[in-house]
């Protein structure tokens, strides 16, 4: 799901970069520790893609979160997908 870095994307992305630094972790550390390419990092980062389930569950256990930040993220990605999914189905019906 690419595009524009907006809203719920741009505030997922935000939080995870925050998080991977408050880690002290370069993107090529996560990378290594989650099996997720750098490229695919960078793009989380910056809002432009949507993490899929599979893939937060890679970062919150990589990192170790608590389950209220492991919640946050969730509840950021699944507000992504829905706005996506509208934006999509709107798109189709013009």
Do not use: K, N, Y
């Not at 870095?5 to 992305?13: E, F």
């Not at 993107?27 to 389930?53: K, N, Y």
């Not at 990192?63 to 997908?81: K, M, N």
């Amino acid at each position: 799901m690419g595009g524009a870095a907006t809203g719920d994307g741009a505030t997922l992305g935000a939080l995870l970069r925050s998080i991977r630094l408050d880690r002290g972790m370069t993107q090529e550390q996560l990378g290594e520790a989650t099996g997720l390419s750098v490229r695919s990092i960078r793009d989380l980062e910056r809002g432009v893609s949507c993490p899929r389930v599979s893939t937060l569950r890679l970062l919150t256990q990589a990192w170790s979160l608590p389950d209220v930040q492991v919640a946050e993220l969730h509840r950021l990605a699944r507000s992504r997908r829905d706005r996506t999914r509208r934006l999509l189905r709107r798109a189709a019906v013009e």
